[in-house]
């Protein structure tokens, strides 16, 4: 297993990842706004093409590097399962998919840029591709909000907690069948983060209860008005 990295609050480093984060969203939203259907047709697959190299690169290097396994590499946390989620609204812009990334890869992506942790490598591709899949969670419901015009269902935000419940419980027997920790629901990632709050099963019901509360917050000052 490799050993997780965080990055520590408030250095040069997680400044620097935070503030590109920001800026290159913000630039590729402005730049997108009021262009040709044509043209926003062109930039969906091309983003949903460049996150696929991403991870595909990323999981060729760890090959490589005879660091990919089982139990850590499989897309399995909250944020690869938001990517790949992403990758496929991207394309085909089917409405509950984009209704988790606004309501779920938002939240994941922006507590991951805050708090970050490498997990899988801690090379200067492995920052890279950590601040560009969370960046672009974040990104693409902005993205598909603003450029194509998308808006959440006004029972979305339960049924997207539904959703998730559902991955939790599965994701919950994968781990202890296998050993592994994905979506931090064995272990608790070593990061230090107001919401981890006791230890196993407690910072889990906390940290759902906290989702809950978000998602619904999200809804009624956000998505409802």
Same mark, same amino acid.
């Given at each position: 297993?490799?050993?997780?990295?965080?990055?520590?609050?408030?250095?040069?480093?997680?400044?620097?990842?935070?503030?590109?984060?920001?800026?290159?969203?913000? +630039?590729?939203? +402005?730049? =997108? #706004?009021?262009?040709?259907?044509?043209?926003?047709?062109?930039?969906?697959?091309?983003?949903?093409?460049?996150?696929?190299? /991403?991870?595909?690169?990323? !999981?060729?290097?760890?090959?490589?590097?005879?660091?990919? !396994? =089982?139990?850590?590499?499989?897309?399995?946390?909250?944020?690869?399962?938001?990517?790949?989620?992403?990758?496929?609204? =991207?394309?085909?812009?089917?409405?509950?998919?984009?209704?988790? /990334?606004?309501?779920?890869?938002?939240?994941?992506?922006?507590?991951?840029?805050?708090?970050?942790?490498?997990?899988?490598? !801690?090379?200067?591709?492995?920052?890279?591709?950590?601040?560009?899949?969370?960046?672009?969670?974040?990104?693409?419901?902005?993205?598909?909000?603003?450029?194509?015009?998308?808006?959440?269902?006004?029972?979305?935000?339960?049924?997207?907690?539904?959703?998730?419940?559902?991955?939790?419980?599965?994701?919950?027997?994968?781990?202890?069948?296998?050993?592994?920790?994905?979506?931090?629901?064995?272990?608790?990632?070593?990061?230090?983060?107001?919401?981890?709050?006791?230890?196993?099963?407690?910072?889990?019901?906390?940290? !759902?209860?906290?989702?809950?509360?978000?998602?619904? =917050?999200?809804? #009624?000052?956000?998505?409802?008005?």
């Amino acid at each position: 297993m490799i050993k997780h990295i965080p990055i520590e609050v408030f250095t040069s480093v997680w400044w620097i990842g935070l503030l590109s984060s920001i800026f290159t969203i913000i +630039v590729i939203l +402005v730049a =997108l #706004k009021g262009k040709s259907n044509q043209v926003k047709s062109y930039s969906s697959y091309l983003f949903a093409l460049l996150f696929s190299l /991403m991870y595909v690169i990323t !999981n060729v290097i760890t090959i490589k590097n005879n660091t990919w !396994n =089982l139990l850590q590499n499989l897309p399995f946390q909250i944020c690869y399962i938001s990517l790949i989620i992403g990758i496929i609204v =991207l394309v085909n812009k089917k409405q509950w998919m984009f209704e988790w /990334m606004v309501f779920i890869a938002t939240i994941g992506g922006l507590y991951a840029i805050i708090t970050p942790v490498l997990t899988i490598g !801690n090379s200067a591709w492995f920052y890279f591709e950590f601040y560009f899949l969370h960046a672009g969670i974040v990104f693409i419901p902005l993205y598909l909000h603003n450029i194509h015009n998308m808006r959440c269902r006004f029972d979305s935000w339960w049924k997207t907690l539904l959703r998730v419940q559902i991955s939790i419980v599965l994701l919950l027997i994968f781990n202890f069948s296998t050993g592994a920790n994905y979506m931090f629901l064995i272990e608790k990632p070593i990061v230090n983060h107001i919401f981890l709050i006791g230890e196993w099963p407690f910072y889990v019901i906390i940290m !759902n209860l906290i989702v809950i509360g978000h998602v619904y =917050l999200i809804n #009624k000052f956000i998505v409802s008005q």
